[in-house]
């Protein structure tokens, strides 16, 4: 078991040489604003102000970091860690005297003893990109003046105007403080404000306690460390254009869909279900086999093609509809209705080594799409099996009743009603139509179910059949165009045998498609 530990420590004993904070090329750019510095630095003076000698917590940062190594990646609080770098900077630069600016700067670069073998330098790096652009203007003494008057073309990222940014922001803040002022913070800064430091030795595990910390979401990602692995591992002439292509992929896919993309390919790969977590088990069953042909192969021939796939699969776009590519959307359309994303990775090959034959696909899609059916269909849950189910095989047999060449409409609100009502008003006709046991036995199959692109009414739903009918399935305002629910409107009664009929004819259609054997129970 890893070892973990967790403390809390004062600012003086966070930026010492017990620490050597790296930001590693995974992680994304530093990025807060002049608002959330601006809030840091209200947040201190609020607590000058109430002069009572309370500590102020800044939260927690998670580190990869060996017992007794100075070395520590950050996985959580670059943003914080950043931020006070800058904030050192700028009281170093206002400080009204030698002695206070020295104990600042100290803060900011190791020094260096040769006595204790300690190499002077920033006890900050940030990601490559902008390492050397911090360490020029903010950790190097001096430079804040010249960084405040750069002009957008010399600012080569958004972290590099960020960080200007908030150094002009303190400037001018902190420029109209008196100097004791600014005294006081700087003694609040290092004998009363804290951080919780959570170190691990082991990347999966600082990622967990990353996860379980961070409520506002994750702004790192799996996909973000495979990133550094994979593009770390190509030549440096060559790593930009495979940085370029796999931030393409991303940018196509969206962040949240890209993430999900290792998931599928590891799924492709091993044909396993994961059992020890991605962070784990992707390396190890993936990226290894491309450890002689090389990242670059792993990009070109596994990342780019499944992210292409995944854009078409997921936006129905696959383009060749000449030969057949308006039935291979209409199996995507429909498979992204299922509640779950088992049948993913198995579209995706399918996408990647036949995307350029239709009749295969055509053939494949309609195989799969009946067996994530069939196992959605037979699952176990502990709330009733309609609730999960009953939708995509309504919007199915909806298209199999619809004519051939009829319009596909697609709605954002779809929604389920019982005609046979689930509470019917005692008296009713429902109750004079049906004994309770006959109401037990149908109100929840599928015969008994309409599809309409409207909210459900509660009031209208308990309404006789007739009325049922004209104000609710057919009205002005929910004219309906589910081939289910017309068949219904064009009903002269709701009873037992109507149901009865009904249910067999929907469930031979089921069959006759899915090409289901009607023997079995």
Not at 363 to 380: K, N, T, V
């Amino acid at each position: 078991m890893q070892r973990l530990e967790a403390s809390e420590k004062a600012l003086r004993k966070i930026f010492c040489a017990d620490y050597d904070f790296l930001i590693p090329d995974y992680q994304r750019p530093y990025a807060w604003g002049t608002a959330q510095a601006a809030e840091l630095l209200d947040d201190l003076s609020s607590v000058l102000d109430r002069d009572e000698g309370e500590p102020y917590f800044l939260g927690s940062i998670v580190l990869i970091k060996q017992p007794d190594v100075p070395r520590a990646e950050v996985v959580d609080g670059q943003q914080r860690l950043t931020t006070l770098t800058i904030l050192f900077a700028v009281l170093a630069h206002l400080a009204a005297d030698a002695e206070t600016a020295g104990e600042l700067r100290e803060l900011i670069l190791e020094p260096g003893k040769k006595l204790l073998g300690l190499e002077a330098k920033p006890r900050l790096e940030l990601r490559p990109k902008d390492a050397g652009f911090f360490r020029k203007y903010v950790q190097s003494a001096g430079r804040l003046d010249d960084l405040r008057v750069l002009s957008e073309n010399e600012l080569d990222s958004d972290a590099q105007r960020a960080i200007q940014a908030n150094v002009t922001l303190f400037l001018e803040k902190l420029g109209g403080w008196t100097p004791e002022q600014r005294l006081a913070l700087g003694q609040l800064l290092l004998q009363r404000t804290y951080l919780v430091v959570v170190s691990t030795a082991d990347l999966a595990s600082a990622y967990r306690i990353f996860n379980v910390l961070n409520t506002r979401g994750l702004d790192l990602s799996p996909a973000d460390v495979f990133k550094s692995q994979v593009i770390g591992a190509i030549g440096e002439n060559e790593r930009d254009n495979y940085a370029r292509k796999w931030e393409d992929a991303e940018d196509d896919l969206g962040r949240a869909d890209f993430a999900d993309l290792f998931g599928h390919i590891r799924m492709i790969f091993n044909k396993q279900r994961a059992k020890e977590g991605l962070l784990k088990e992707f390396p190890e069953q993936v990226l290894t086999k491309f450890q002689q042909g090389g990242m670059r192969s792993f990009i070109d021939d596994e990342l780019v093609p499944y992210a292409r796939a995944y854009c078409e699969i997921r936006d129905a776009s696959y383009g060749l509809a000449d030969s057949g590519g308006d039935r291979i959307n209409a199996w995507f359309r429909r498979l992204v209705r299922l509640d779950n994303s088992d049948w993913w990775p198995a579209a995706l090959w399918a996408m990647r080594y036949h995307r350029g034959d239709p009749e295969f696909l055509d053939g494949f899609l309609r195989r799969l799409e009946r067996l994530a059916a069939s196992m959605l269909i037979r699952r176990i849950y502990t709330t009733p099996r309609v609730d999960r189910y009953s939708k995509y095989v309504l919007l199915r047999l909806d298209e199999l009743l619809a004519a051939a060449d009829g319009p596909v409409f697609q709605y954002k609100l779809v929604t389920i009603e019982h005609v046979l009502p689930q509470n019917p008003e005692p008296g009713s006709e429902w109750c004079e139509k049906f004994t309770s046991v006959q109401r037990a036995e149908w109100t929840h199959r599928l015969a008994n179910l309409v599809l309409l692109n409207r909210t459900k009414n509660p009031e209208a739903a308990r309404l006789g059949f007739a009325k049922k009918k004209e104000k609710y399935f057919s009205g002005p305002s929910g004219v309906t165009t589910f081939a289910l629910t017309v068949q219904v409107i064009g009903t002269g009664d709701w009873t037992p045998n109507r149901l009865k009929g009904r249910q067999a004819d929907l469930l031979n259609r089921l069959i006759a498609e899915w090409e289901l054997d009607p023997k079995i129970p």
